[in-house]
């Protein structure tokens, strides 16, 4: 009852200071100019009752507390309270700091009850899959990995999200639908640092995952243990590009690899180490807010993302790795892929992959393009 009285009576408090600015305002534009003969109009009386009596007394006690006493009228506008607070974010300048709410999360709330009972279970991590209808079997096998320390958002490519409330998770999920996306589309649009800043690790994930051997809460506590910043589960031996990224059976975390040969500039370069596959990654809160400003608006497959991500870690090849002791199985369903348009003689998957490798090409020229320019800036100021 206290908190709700602090409440009314702050409300009431602004609601009279701006009353009183709005009547100094009308009372001096009203002096300015010739009143017209007007015709007197007597208003009907009425009584208080108990409950407006208290109300009444509220108002006069917010009155009070801004100290303008029982409906008193400051004569001068430079009176009326203004706040600009430089140290606020941009654009709430104007608001007490004590009110600004600058992060969100994805967390669900009643239609009714007291806010603060909402949540039964505050989920600490934060879990995202872009996925089509027909892999509804693969995703419901990735989703129940995942414990109610979870937040869980589908992005629907094919338009079809209310299908999935046949399961039970997906009561409890965020469903985002915009036909023929990528991930990193939506997770540039909708994962923004402030949304997940509720959450210590981001997963990012594919749909067509194979989670048998993976569970959720004790890959959680291997990347604690390692202190890894951005990681992947072991991949399967049976599917792998890149030999960093293939499960290993007598370590629980690696960080080093060797590849073929050629293929890294530096034993601790990617993709030797400091490197994870865009297709199963996690983030922690801080790493994932840098790689969010690292995606590009208009490359959205993500191709060559990978390879630029220990650009966000002081030290990355002790802080990015991938986990052996809970590992994945990749299916390879050419599923999104296939939402493309056939043309030239090509099939629809074969643009699709096309657009992968000229963005793979592009991402690198700007990356390279933006370095360049920085280094430049930098040695003409110095």
């Not at 408090?13 to 001096?28: D, N, P, Q």
């Not at 534009?29 to 208003?43: A, C, D, F, N, Q």
């Not at 469903?175 to 023929?180: A, D, F, Q, R, T």
């Not at 790689?291 to 630029?308: P, T, Y």
Request: net charge negative.
């Amino acid at each position: 009852m206290g908190s709700i009285h602090r409440v009314k009576v702050e409300t009431g408090r602004r609601l009279i200071l701006f009353a009183m600015c709005g009547a100094v305002v009308g009372f001096f534009l009203g002096s300015s100019i010739s009143r017209p003969s007007t015709v007197k109009v007597e208003m009907p009386r009425f009584s208080l009752n108990a409950e407006d009596d208290r109300y009444m007394k509220m108002i006069n006690e917010a009155l009070l507390y801004t100290g303008l006493g029982s409906f008193g009228l400051s004569s001068s506008l430079g009176d009326c309270v203004k706040i600009h607070e430089v140290a606020n974010p941009r654009g709430a300048e104007s608001l007490p700091p004590g009110i600004i709410e600058p992060y969100s999360d994805f967390y669900l709330h009643r239609l009714q009850g007291d806010p603060s009972e909402d949540l039964v279970v505050k989920p600490k991590y934060l879990l995202s899959l872009t996925v089509g209808y027909p892999q509804k079997d693969m995703v419901n096998s990735i989703v129940s990995k995942f414990s109610e320390n979870f937040s869980v958002i589908l992005f629907h490519y094919d338009g079809k999200a209310s299908e999935w409330d046949q399961f039970e998770w997906s009561r409890r999920a965020i469903h985002i639908s915009v036909k023929k996306q990528t991930k990193w589309w939506y997770a540039k649009r909708f994962l923004h640092p402030n949304i997940v800043a509720q959450y210590d690790y981001i997963f990012i994930w594919d749909e067509d995952l194979d989670v048998e051997h993976f569970n959720a809460e004790e890959y959680i506590k291997l990347i604690r243990k390692h202190d890894l910043e951005i990681s992947q589960p072991g991949l399967d031996p049976s599917y792998f590009v890149w030999s960093m990224t293939k499960k290993r059976d007598d370590v629980e975390v690696h960080k080093e690899a060797e590849d073929k040969p050629n293929w890294c500039a530096g034993p601790l370069l990617p993709p030797c180490a400091a490197f994870v596959e865009i297709m199963a990654p996690v983030f922690s809160r801080e790493a994932w807010r840098c790689v969010w400003h690292m995606i590009q608006n208009d490359l959205v497959h993500g191709w060559g993302l990978d390879l630029a991500l220990q650009r966000c870690l002081e030290v990355p090849h002790e802080r990015i790795g991938v986990v052996d002791a809970q590992w994945i199985k990749h299916k390879a369903v050419p599923s999104l892929g296939n939402q493309g348009q056939a043309g030239d003689g090509r099939q629809p998957w074969e643009g699709v992959r096309a657009r992968c490798n000229n963005e793979w090409r592009e991402f690198e020229r700007r990356m390279d393009r933006a370095e360049k320019e920085y280094f430049h800036s930098i040695s003409i100021s110095s």
